[in-house]
């Protein structure tokens, strides 16, 4: 079983440029998160999924972040009009069901110069 | 609203010996999670042990180990006989249910160095 996977691991970007990354969850796990992680500090949520539906946002998630997951397999988040404030790690997570273990993937890590 | 705090930012311990690292929450909610999840440097995260906080019996995974304290709010990770690839940093969390489901709230982690 292979665990979730993310692409691309890493991504530079200059300022004002729209960046997309693509979480591939667990196959069985109906649930999908989004975190981000900056420099030394614990993961912080964004938003989540349960199947296709998004079911909750965190208002780190500002007008120029979407998440999608359709058909509720694998998931986007698109960043547009990066800025310097964007550079971090973004984590995703799936799950079985409410209470599961979220099982995280390895991250891409955005550097936005 | 829902805090976690790992008080300690870095730790060391010697190779064979014993380390906790500290971790203490705030909730109102009776029934919840915690976890503890490693990130060594430069790869990704992963689970070192679960709680359910009505179980009253301490998880245990190995050579690593939990103290629950629930009156306390205090969710301690002990690891025994400590090896070189324990070298990571560790991050306590703490489930928070939302809408339709949950998410995890992470403390700031704690940086741990195994020294041979």
């Known amino acids: 079983d292979t665990g979730v996977s993310q692409d691309p691991r890493h991504k530079i970007t200059k300022r004002g440029q729209n960046v997309t990354f693509r979480c591939d969850p667990i196959?069985?796990?109906?649930?999908l998160y989004w975190y981000r992680q900056t420099l030394g500090q614990g993961p912080e949520f964004l938003t989540y999924?349960?199947?296709?539906?998004?079911?909750?946002k965190s208002r780190l998630l500002s007008d120029r972040f979407s998440a999608e997951r359709p058909k509720g397999s694998f998931s986007t988040l698109e960043i547009q009009r990066t800025e310097q404030g964007d550079s971090a790690m973004y984590l995703c997570?799936?799950?079985?069901?409410?209470?599961?273990?979220?099982?995280f993937g390895p991250g891409t890590r955005l550097l936005v110069l | 609203a829902q805090t976690v705090t790992q008080s300690q930012p870095e730790m060391s311990v010697q190779e064979a010996e014993t380390v906790t690292l500290s971790c203490t929450y705030d909730?109102?909610?009776?029934?919840?999670?915690l976890f503890w999840y490693k990130q060594p440097p430069s790869r990704q995260m992963i689970l070192v042990i679960r709680?359910?906080?009505?179980?009253?019996q301490n998880a245990t995974e190995n050579r690593f180990s939990v103290n629950f304290q629930k009156a306390a709010k205090s969710f301690s990770l002990k690891i025994s006989d400590s090896q070189l690839g324990d070298t990571a940093m560790y991050f306590c969390?703490?489930?928070?249910?939302?809408?339709?489901?949950?998410?995890?709230?992470f403390g700031a982690g704690t940086i741990l160095r195994v020294k041979s």
């Open positions: 969390a703490f489930m928070k249910h939302v809408v339709g489901g949950n998410k995890l709230v």
């Open positions: 997570a799936s799950s079985m069901g409410r209470g599961e273990t979220q099982y």
């Open positions: 709680q359910e906080a009505y179980k009253q």
């Open positions: 999924f349960q199947n296709e539906a998004q079911l909750e």
């Open positions: 909730t109102s909610e009776s029934n919840y999670y």
């Open positions: 196959s069985e796990h109906n649930r």
